[in-house]
């Protein structure tokens, strides 16, 4: 029994689900070991022994329902050939973007190019548990494009208009990126992924007038895609705020992935049946034990009648202690549902 599936499948299952986003990263000492020994990012994404390594680092520490494929959205842009660098305290850095390029790569010449990924997936399914849920990946259309073309993180700057004037470059663009990452998620799917979970980090800087063309209709796409794999999928529109509703409704993922502005219980109500994931704004997990203790509850209280998977409202901060990810785990599983 996968725990995780059966609840976003809608079938039986006990207790709640629980796996984190980036659960594999840098609160880990282990993994900060390996990364110190593979200064490149994106060769270390690429080396499918030490990725299948990684991966597996947390659910050696910790009673976690899912295993999620070390690697990064930003593969993508790489694998169709954009230069991609991560520098240290600044984030992604991307070389310029040649269109043209990318329009004409061929989906076999990007599978070539990230393919220990899908080795690392392969070697993965080998080693875990068959319980537990191996998570695939990608970013959607709109965030990978944002990052294309902004070259650099939005957090350090970004300018919206800039980025959306070029309506007929953004089109092709967006249709080029919805081809690959089905590409990219089919591969994973064959390798052994058997959830899928799509990332819109920066849906939030889209205005609603826009939301339909770049988020709503390009998640639907790869969904629909997905979904005719009989995979389940997990979407997660970060920062719409009152839009979740309408994403879902429009979109239908299997599960959504709620982030820390939503408020549970609003949503529960209203979305009436599509499974729930996160929430936990993860700067809660720095402050006190009681705190943690009474904000973990809040969520499985409000959900104890409703599918939910425990994780947070985006990544676990790498200041974060590990022995805080045990305490919350411990916390969960002595709820009974
Ligand atoms: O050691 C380091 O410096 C690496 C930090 C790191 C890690 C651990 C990056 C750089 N990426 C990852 C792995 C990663 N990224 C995973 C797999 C591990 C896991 O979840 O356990 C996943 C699913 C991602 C997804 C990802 N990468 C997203 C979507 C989720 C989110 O955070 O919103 C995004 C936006 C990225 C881009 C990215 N990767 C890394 C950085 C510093 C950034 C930029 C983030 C930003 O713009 O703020």
Redesign the pocket.
Known sequence: MRRLNNCIEGKKYDGYPIWF??????YLPE?RKI?RNNPN?VNLCLNENLSSEI?LQ?LKRYDLDAA???????MIPYGLGQGLE?KKNF??KLNNLNLNNILNLDKSVFIKNVNPIYNAIKILNKKINKKKSLIG?A?SPW?LLV?MLNKE???NNINVNKITKDKHLIKKLLKKLEEIICTHLEKQIESGANVIQL?D?WAGILPKKDLYEYCYIPNLKIVEYIKSKKVPIICFP?GIGKNYIDFCSFVKPNCISIDYDINPKKIKKELGGIAIQGGMDPKKLLLDKSIIKKTVEKYLDIFSDYPYVFNLG??VLPNTNPETIDYVIKIIRERKK
């Open positions: 986003m980036r659960q594999a990263g840098r993994f990364r990012f991966s947390p999620i494929i070390f690697s990064d959205i930003l991560f984030g992604p990946f970013g965030t990052y993180s939005p957090k990332f980090s970060r985006h990544g």
